[in-house]
């Protein structure tokens, strides 16, 4: 992805999956953001990074891309992440609550937060059509009225010490019954310094 053509409006996003111990895993869910739906590479796209903590047994996939690409880019991310991993089987010290844990979009250039809350709501209403089962908490510029920070929705979640995932009520999609087959998406409103 080239950024010397004047005018190019970029946004990232540190898409957050509960796998990374199982290398190819990873590998095949920043490859699927890569592509175009008729297979051949996206030119607009790029993932910059893969951060994987083997003790969290979770990846942050980096993904930078112009503003209207970017939804379809981690759209197909995330529907390879909820195909390839078990929740019934995953494992890790970090808490988690579905295959895509985390969807932070912010804007690089030219894009204003704004641009990628309507950008991350969305992800989301597609999310829930194309993932049976999905689960949608939204935060920052994607959460309106109210705009909750990550922080906030965290502790109204009780992200850190949940265990009974059925008292949860998602913003878009279905209550969660348990934690597998459960994909949560918050989006971020700050910018990124890169």
């Known amino acids: 992805m080239s950024s010397s053509r004047p005018g190019l409006r970029l946004t990232a996003c540190l898409l957050n999956i509960s796998e990374a111990r199982r290398k190819y895993i990873v590998e095949n869910v920043a490859k699927a953001a890569l592509l175009e739906k008729n297979g051949q590479k996206h030119h607009e796209v790029s993932v910059l990074n893969i951060f994987s903590d083997q003790d969290y047994n979770r990846s942050v996939i980096t993904i930078a891309a112009s503003v209207e690409e970017l939804g379809n880019s981690i759209l197909a991310a995330c529907v390879e992440a909820f195909r390839s991993i078990d929740m019934e089987v995953q494992e890790g010290i970090h808490p988690c609550l579905g295959a ?23 992800l989301a209403e597609n999310l829930v059509e194309r993932v049976p089962g999905c689960s949608v908490f939204l935060f920052g510029e994607a959460d309106l009225p109210e705009k909750r920070s990550l922080v ?26 348990r934690r597998c087959g459960l994909t949560v998406g918050m989006m971020e409103d700050e910018s990124l310094d890169l």
């Open 100 to 122: 895509v844990d985390l969807i932070p979009i912010y804007p690089l250039s030219g894009v204003r937060v704004e641009e990628c809350g309507a950008v991350a709501r969305s």
């Open 152 to 177: 906030q929705r965290r502790k109204q979640l009780g992200w850190f010490t949940r265990r009974d995932f059925s008292a949860l009520e998602p913003d878009l999609g279905v209550a969660p019954a």
